[in-house]
């Protein structure tokens, strides 16, 4: 009888259990003498039909025979890759058999242990880790920026920079990168504490020369003004919220002179102060490279259209990209979004974050 035969009959979990076992074994064994292609898909198919009938560990030592095979069958390849993270960390982080358009897809559209066990798979190419970044989770970005081997696009850098002037564990980790552009070395020094830059110019020190002593001295300047610059924004953000909770300022008016200003962290306090977000979501509107989230909040605060523009310049002049939306075309999407559907979206996403 016929192993399709065979899996026909197999009515009952045990045996279509047991049959997998077998299945696997045989492949081992026949893999030494060498497979045709027919022979490689057929066991596959047969495979991705038993996977359901095995129990976690049976998959799990699976997933680490086969993600060291080269001749491993695609389609179970993938379908390892996607199940149980215990099943799918082997494959994702070392089988040679899944394409980048797979990495891609499975970064896509599963969850945050699929990819941060995809984040440590050597010599990711920058496709793959552009859709690993794209996601914004800090454990998944620090891990791709802790991958030496890991290609990272100019997109992808700037992501991890700007997150990263909130999280002291991925400015240390970016900062060690020997591949780290130049451009976002400066944007970095003035973050780093002195024994930081000391770590970093002895990094740098044998290809940097002069022009690495004047990064430094640039970047302790910057270092101590953007210091005294945050406490200020600080302290008129908090008390430009206190006016407008007591009637004594309309958000209006102090929403567009914080952005006419240039002053992101004041403006992130007051919406932070009014929305009950968290300052770090309603900075990161802000800052972020799409203005969706952006549009959102000023929404949902009710702010005019002219107000929300002159906000997105600020959004746009801090990440440095280009407006790209002509101002009818903003505006028409801006007003589309309902005020009560707007906030419907941050509700959840204040829950989302209160669960997290």
Do not use: W
């Not at 891990?143 to 100019?154: G, L, M, R």
Request: proline fraction near 2%.
């Amino acid at each position: 009888m016929s192993i399709f035969e065979q899996l026909n009959d197999a009515g009952d979990s045990d045996r279509r259990r047991e049959l997998a076992r077998e299945v696997a074994n045989l492949f081992f064994v026949a893999e030494e003498r060498g497979f045709e292609r027919t022979q490689v898909d057929d066991f596959g198919h047969i495979m991705c039909k038993l996977l359901d009938n095995m129990q976690v560990d049976e998959r799990v030592a699976l997933s680490t025979r086969m993600s060291a095979t080269e001749n491993a069958p695609h389609s179970l390849a993938v379908s390892l890759a996607r199940d149980d993270i215990k099943v799918a960390s082997p494959m994702l982080e070392n089988s040679a058999v899944l394409t980048e358009e797979d990495l891609v897809n499975i970064a896509d559209e599963t969850d945050t242990d699929h990819r941060l066990a995809l984040s440590r798979r050597e010599n990711l190419t920058s496709r793959v880790t552009d859709t690993l970044i794209s996601h914004e989770e800090s454990e998944v970005m620090r891990s791709v920026a802790e991958n030496k081997t890991a290609e990272i696009s100019e997109t992808g850098y700037s992501t991890l920079v700007r997150h990263s002037t909130d999280d002291t564990t991925l400015l240390t980790v970016l900062v060690r990168r020997a591949d780290l552009p130049e451009e976002h070395t400066k944007q970095l020094l003035p973050l780093l504490d002195e024994e930081q830059r000391k770590k970093v110019v002895a990094m740098m020190s044998q290809n940097g020369g002069a022009a690495l002593k004047e990064m430094i001295v640039e970047a302790k300047s910057q270092s101590s003004t953007r210091k005294i610059d945050q406490s200020s924004q600080r302290i008129e953000g908090k008390a430009l919220a206190k006016e407008v909770e007591s009637g004594k300022a309309s958000l209006t008016e102090a929403s567009l002179r914080l952005a006419q200003e240039r002053k992101p962290r004041a403006l992130a306090i007051v919406f932070s102060e009014v929305s009950l977000l968290p300052e770090t979501k309603t900075f990161g509107a802000i800052v972020n490279a799409d203005s969706e989230l952006l549009m959102l909040l000023c929404r949902a605060l009710e702010l005019p259209y002219g107000v929300f523009a002159e906000i997105d310049k600020l959004r746009c002049e801090t990440v440095k990209i280009e407006r790209t939306a002509t101002a009818d075309t903003q505006q028409g999407k801006y007003e589309a979004v309902t005020v009560e559907n707007a906030r419907k979206t941050l509700r959840f996403v204040n829950l989302m974050v209160k669960a997290s």
